[in-house]
T-cell receptor, first 115, second 115 residues
Framework: NAGVMQNPRHLVRRRGQEARLRCSPM?????VYWYRQLPEEGLKFMVY????????ESGMPKERFSAEFPKEGPSILRIQQVVRGDSAAYFC?????????????FGPGTRLLVL | DQQVKQNSPSLSVQEGRISILNCDYT??????FLWYKKYPAEGPTFLIS?????DKNEDGRFTVFLNKSAKHLSLHIVPSQPGDSAVYFC??????????????FGQGTILTVHP
C-alpha cells in the first residue's frame, strides 16, 4: 500500500508564475489536508477537502490560493502569481476519516522556492 | 497567536538516557494531542497520541504525559537512540468539536541523540 505521494518534490518558480502542487492520498483515504511550513516554523493548516468538496479552507489565504480534490485524480493546490513569501514546504496528509483520532499520513512535501 | 508552543528549539541527549520534549497549549478546547517525528526532506510521521480523558499513554519507548490543568504535555523517550534524532512536533485538535481533524502544530524541537 503506497503512502501519500506528492509531486513535484521541488519546484522553482519566478515571481508572478503559477505553482501547481499535487497530492495523491493513500488508497482508501478520501480526506485530504494541506499544510504549509515556513522556514523555522511548524506546520500550519491550510485546507481540508473531501472528494469534490472543500470542507474547511480557513487557513488558506483568500487570494491567489485555491485547492481541489476531483472525483478522479490527485488533490491540487494551486498558487497563482507567486511571491517570495510563498516559498515554503507544502505538505499534504490523508486520512480515512475526518478526525484527528484517525492517523493522518503525511506525504514527503513539495518545497517551493520563488525567485 | 501561537496556540501550541514548543519553547525548546533543540535538545541534545546521550544515547541510552531519557529525552523529554515539552509542549504547552493555550486553547482549552483542545482535547486530543499528538506527537509527530520528522526527518529532513520527509513528511511528519505519527508517533503517539493522547486524549484529554487520559493523563498518560505509553507505546514502547515512547510515553506521552498530559497535564490538563497546566495545559502542558510532554513526550518521554527511554532509552534514547541515535535514530531518534529528528524534529519532533507537538500537535493538538478539538476532536470533540467540528474541526474535521485540523491539527494545530507547535514549532518543533530538534532532538539530537549522541552515541
Amino acid at each position: 500500500n503506497a503512502g501519500v505521494m506528492q509531486n513535484p518534490r521541488h519546484l522553482v518558480r519566478r515571481r508572478g508564475q503559477e505553482a501547481r502542487l499535487r497530492c495523491s492520498p493513500m488508497k482508501g483515504h478520501s480526506h485530504v489536508y494541506w499544510y504549509r511550513q515556513l522556514p523555522e516554523e511548524g506546520l500550519k493548516f491550510m485546507v481540508y477537502l473531501q472528494k469534490e468538496n472543500i470542507i474547511d479552507e480557513s487557513g488558506m489565504p483568500k487570494e491567489r490560493f485555491s485547492a481541489e480534490f476531483p472525483k478522479e485524480g490527485p488533490s491540487i493546490l494551486r498558487i497563482q502569481q507567486v511571491v517570495r513569501g510563498d516559498s515554503a514546504a507544502y505538505f499534504c496528509a490523508s486520512s480515512p476519516a475526518a478526525t484527528s483520532e484517525e492517523t493522518q499520513y503525511f506525504g514527503p512535501g513539495t518545497r517551493l522556492l520563488v525567485l | 497567536d501561537q496556540q501550541v508552543k514548543q519553547n525548546s528549539p533543540s535538545l541534545s541527549v546521550q544515547e541510552g538516557r531519557i529525552s523529554i520534549l515539552n509542549c504547552d497549549y493555550t486553547n482549552s478546547m483542545f482535547d486530543y494531542f499528538l506527537w509527530y517525528k520528522k526527518y529532513p526532506a520527509e513528511g511528519p510521521t505519527f508517533l503517539i497520541s493522547i486524549s484529554s480523558i487520559k493523563d498518560k499513554n505509553e507505546d514502547g519507548r515512547f510515553t506521552v504525559f498530559l497535564n490538563k490543568s497546566a495545559k502542558h504535555l510532554s513526550l518521554h523517550i527511554v532509552p534514547s537512540q541515535p535514530g531518534d534524532s529528528a524534529v519532533y512536533f507537538c500537535a493538538a485538535d478539538n476532536a470533540g468539536g467540528t474541526s474535521y481533524g485540523k491539527l494545530t502544530f507547535g514549532q518543533g524541537t530538534i532532538l539530537t541523540v549522541h552515541p
